[in-house]
């Protein structure tokens, strides 16, 4: 039996390991083309990997377009729109988990069913609104639509029912308030899904390029994954260049996920309990 167990547990890795090397080669061919010279970029992937690094296309990057003025509007509407996310969806869960009144079942159904919709589905909706709100062409327009997800409700909801109801009801007795108990016990006790939801929204909004694009037309307020499109104006058969953009957009969301992924993963594993 333990033979059996360790040959499923090494296919496991097995599958893994290739799925792995799939998902990275075409990330590592970019990383590996953004550094080579032009003369070596569409020879063999052999001739490709033995050519010199260079740091010239990151130095052209930064002189033809504003990278700076991107990065910080992407961490202004990622930053925001994780506070508001949070803060939206853990006051959307608290009652479906933990008060019982009529249609409770039914709207937590329809707030799931949202997800078997794409999300392009809502473009000309969300367009709509924020052009009535006269939000488009702010930040305020890129972050209000995506603030209140399913995944979040869903990560929150299951959260606070693994809260004993006796910690509530002792806190009730005491006079404590919905509200205190909503901040200093409900948040505190769900910070492992909190965490895990951070994350998940962090990279999700840092690589988000398709609503952006769409209700934002000015360059100065652009976030990184839409402004990098520059590139692919100003150097249209310089493929170089626009892989180097792409790995300066990808790099910091890589980045955070890595040294964050063990909070990820506990709180992912805490909501599906």
Known sequence: MSARRGVRIALHYAVLVLIALVCAFPFSGRCRSRSAPKATYFRSLRRSFRARASLANFIEVFRVIDLGRYFWNSVW??????????????????????????????????ILATLM?????????????????RLVNTHLGVILPTVAGAIGIFLMKNAFEEI????????????????YIFLRIMLPLALPQIGALTILTTVTTWNNFLWPSVVLTKSELMPLAVGILELSGTFGSSTRVIAAGAILTIAPALIVFFFTQRFFMRGMEGAIK
């Not at 509407?77 to 249609?103: E, M, Q």
């Open 77 to 110: 509407i990622t930053f925001w729109t994780v506070v508001w996310t949070i803060l939206v969806c853990s006051l959307a869960a608290y009652p479906l988990a933990r008060y019982r009144f009529r249609g409770r079942q039914l709207v937590f159904t329809v």
């Open 164 to 179: 004993p109801q006796d910690l509530l009801d002792a806190a009730r007795v005491d006079g404590a308030s919905e509200l």
């Open 117 to 133: 919709l794409p999300t392009e589905v809502n473009f000309l909706v969300n367009f709509i609104t924020t052009t009535h709100l």
